[in-house]
């Protein structure tokens, strides 16, 4: 088992997270025409990135959205950033 910080409720059990998203990946802008290929990119690829990752998760038990920074080689959790602008 392995513990993830909640922004706003500490360390918990990883089981309590759901994975969202790559941080910083770009949605196509779907007012202009767009190909297949792009958008089927843009939801299924993902860089899985050695090392220092960026990633949105989310805490199930508050449903709070964070940033998470982790090493993805192993497994260190580098730190965890609110993405709620009033957050502490
Ligand atoms: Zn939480």
Known sequence: M????????????????????????????TTQKISDEDWA???HSIRNDKGAVREVWMHLTCGELFILERDSVTMEVIGSIALRKDAA
Do not use: N, V
């Open 2 to 29: 392995q513990l993830f910080p909640c922004p706003f409720c500490g360390w918990r059990d990883e089981r309590e997270f759901l994975f969202i998203a790559e941080a910083g990946k770009e949605r196509p802008d």
């Open 41 to 43: 990119r843009y939801l």
